[in-house]
């Protein structure tokens, strides 16, 4: 056999080698695929909807340093979690999140502003910064209902932001949205409006209060400062 023929046989054996072993490999990939994942079965437990959602654990442990210390720092291996003061709307979300990593742009102006809050307050406490932060965000831009039978008033907003499971943050967003309808109102039933604050709220509003008055009124004498140097320079 001359060299060169010698060559070309090395050189299809190699092929026929490499060949075989990526044909070993994407059987290895599609059987590992197919390996059972572990599952958590997570209960919500909230009013009359209860609801139960199959989790990957792998999957809930990545995203969540919460759960992934409650599935780690077991003795033994958990198969279920119940949680009793989440609702399973609000749960569901945080589910498809996992699964898709997004939040359902499309449907961000369709959902009333108190959903967001309690997915923010969600994503918050199973520690998933990313989520929680996205999320703050737009309820920073969404404005309660002004119908009375929405669920999804200020006050429900209010309320919700200065309950159990509010924040600071939800609490500074509740004192926003409520200063912008208090002057939108222009004074007008400032003795109802006030009553109608939830507890703990009448102080964090009159500090936003003093803090605005105080901001306009060095505005103010700024432009005033501004408007006499301006006319001493024009004499």
Known sequence: MTILGILLS???VQAIIQTIQDYRQLISNALSSRTPQPVIAIVVDHGVNRQTFVIHKNLISRHSPFFNEALT????????????DVEAKIFGLFVHWLYTEAKKKSQIHSRPL??????YSLAH??????????LLLEVSWLDPSDDPHSGN??????????????????????????MKVFLASKLKG??????????????????????????????????QQKLEQYERAEH
Do not use: C
């Open 10 to 12: 090395t050189l299809t």
């Open 153 to 178: 008033t200020l006050q429900d907003f209010q309320s919700y932001a200065y309950g159990i499971h509010g924040n600071g943050l939800l609490k500074e967003q509740a004192v926003g949205k409520t």
């Open 125 to 134: 406490r199973f520690q998933v910064s990313k989520l929680a932060d996205s």
């Open 190 to 223: 400032i003795d109802e409006f006030i009553t109608a604050l939830p507890d703990g709220m009448l102080a964090d509003f009159m500090k936003e209060m003093s803090q605005r008055w105080l901001r306009d009124r060095i505005e103010l004498e700024e432009a």
């Open 114 to 119: 108190i959903e967001w809050a309690k997915f």
């Open 73 to 84: 720092s077991a003795a033994d291996e958990i198969q279920s979690m119940t949680l009793e």
